[in-house]
């Protein structure tokens, strides 16, 4: 297999200005590019042994890059969180079935905000668990909203949550939401969180919306 051929790319990361990480699920690894979009290095899951973890199997289905340039893997077979250094050592496993108050049920998704807070993601039961880069829980968020979500993004001051065709605004500083419709028939495919705006992707356009 080709280094730069992909098989199912499921994620896209770009923490800085300088480095893009993509994730090629069915081959097992992620890619960190530069600008150019060159490859400068990769983790191959498929090679890649872990000292105290030689049973597992590391199948990476969603991943967020910490500020230190930490991998945090979502993995696939047993619902935990891995957190992998720069170096490929595993420095400590958190969430999955059996983590107590801070256990997932059915998590697609991670990502981590500006206050390196660690979001784990779960639309289908409609929740959100938070954790900090340690791996120590923090809460978990279920909000009570006309519509069920399909995305969330977070950001410094704030969580998204997007459903079809309207989004809730969740202020973690007042502990108020607002939920605001999009006002048309079209399904949101995608979204993106800027400093200021939510950027949403729909069939045929990209609509912009200012952050309060």
Not at 177 to 200: N, W
């Amino acid at each position: 297999m080709a280094r730069e051929g992909f098989n199912f790319p499921s994620k896209i990361v770009v923490p800085n200005r300088q480095s893009i990480f993509l994730l090629d699920q069915m081959n097992r690894r992620i890619m960190q590019f530069n600008t150019n979009l060159k490859i400068i290095d990769d983790v191959n899951f498929l090679t890649l042994e872990i000292p105290g973890e030689s049973e597992t199997q590391l199948w990476p289905i969603s991943f967020a890059v910490g500020p230190a340039g930490d991998l945090f893997l979502l993995n696939q077979e047993d619902l935990r969180v891995y957190k992998i250094t720069p170096d490929g050592i595993l420095e400590r496993t958190f969430g999955g079935l059996d983590f107590g108050a801070g256990s997932v049920q059915e998590p697609w998704d991670l990502t981590i905000n500006e206050n390196n807070m660690v979001f784990c993601i779960d639309s289908t039961n409609q929740e959100v668990l938070q954790f900090d880069l340690f791996g120590t829980f923090r809460s978990r968020i279920a909000p009570t909203l006309p519509f069920r979500w399909h995305h969330m993004v977070a950001v410094e001051r704030a969580l998204v949550f997007v459903g079809t065709h309207e989004l809730h605004y969740f202020d973690w500083r007042s502990l108020n939401g607002t939920t605001v419709s999009l006002g048309q028939p079209a399904k949101v495919l995608d979204l993106a969180m800027g400093r200021d705006y939510l950027y949403l992707l729909f069939e045929n356009r990209v609509d912009l919306y200012p952050l309060k």
